[in-house]
């Protein structure tokens, strides 16, 4: 059975940093792309940031400069560094994986707050 357990989130200043981990309990190779959604208090689930199994990125324009995907193939393991946070960037945030199967795969997210 396929799952994603995301780590990482907590309660960071505005201009901290925190890397969200999201860890596969299969290889990362079973997933065409794996990569960060979020949603806020009242609004919809939205795609932060998506990496392919080619390497390719892909970032919300909110988080660009800001946020960075990465694979640790070893570790089965995707991570999303999280620079310069806003309040705006206070969400859950899930972790997604999408197999060559085509199912889709959700972890059960994590919160991330921004305040002071």
């Known amino acids: 059975q396929v799952q994603l357990v995301e780590s990482g989130g907590g309660l960071v200043q505005p201009g901290g940093s925190l890397r969200l981990s999201c860890a596969a309990s299969?290889?990362?190779?079973?997933?065409?792309?794996m990569g960060w959604y979020r949603q806020a208090p009242g609004k919809e689930r939205e795609l932060v940031a998506l990496l392919t199994s080619g390497g390719n990125t892909n970032y919300a324009d909110s988080v660009k400069g800001r946020f960075t995907i990465s694979k640790d193939v070893a570790e089965n393991t995707v991570y999303m560094q999280m620079n310069s946070l806003k309040p705006e960037d206070t969400a859950v945030y899930y972790c997604?994986?999408?197999?060559?199967?085509?199912?889709?795969?959700w972890g059960q997210g994590t919160q991330v707050t921004v305040s002071s």
């Open positions: 997604n994986g999408r197999a060559y199967t085509s199912n889709i795969y």
């Open positions: 299969v290889s990362i190779f079973t997933f065409n792309s």
